[in-house]
Structure formats: structure tokens, C-alpha cells
């Protein structure tokens, strides 16, 4: 999926610059929007790219904490589960 966005984000540029000079006023102006735009999902995908590399470091974290202490660790989800459980099941 993100060589799709990427590629999507790609060929918007592409056409941005290929009609460049070929636009009326009104164009120009959308064509200013259209680059904004495109800039700012940059910047989200790329926002996008760090979170998930570190929810895998988290998530590589927490596997060693697990492996590290597994009975303690179905210790602590047994009981997550049954507060949770409970939780729910209030009326």
C-alpha cells in the first residue's frame, strides 16, 4: 500500500509540473491547491511511516518482555481480561 500512495503522490507531481505552463488563472490557482495538497499528504505519509516504525519497536519490546516473563504476562492479560469482562457486562 505504500508504494501505491507513493506512487499516486508520484504521478500528481508529474502532472502538476507537465501542465505547468499550459493553465489559465483559474487553473493556476487550483493547480497552487493541488500542490499544497499534495505536500501536506506528504508530510501525513511520512507521519505515517514513523508511527508504524515504532509501534514495531514497541511491538518487539513487548515480545521480549513476554518471552522475558510469560507466566506473569498470561497473569497480567488473565486479569485485563476479566476487568474488562466484567466492564462490559455492567448493566
Not at 493556476?28 to 499544497?36: C, D, F, M, N, Y
Amino acid at each position: 500500500m505504500a508504494r501505491e500512495v507513493r506512487g499516486v503522490l508520484a504521478d500528481a507531481e508529474q502532472l502538476l509540473h507537465a501542465t505547468a505552463g499550459e493553465l489559465g488563472e483559474k487553473a493556476h490557482t487550483v493547480r497552487k491547491e493541488l500542490a499544497r495538497k499534495i505536500e501536506a499528504a506528504k508530510e501525513r505519509f511520512h507521519n505515517l511511516e514513523d508511527v508504524k516504525e515504532a509501534a514495531e519497536e514497541g511491538l518487539k519490546e513487548v515480545d521480549q518482555v513476554i518471552r522475558k516473563h510469560p507466566y506473569e504476562s498470561v497473569g497480567a492479560a488473565l486479569v485485563a481480561g476479566l476487568i474488562l469482562g466484567a466492564l462490559l457486562n455492567r448493566k
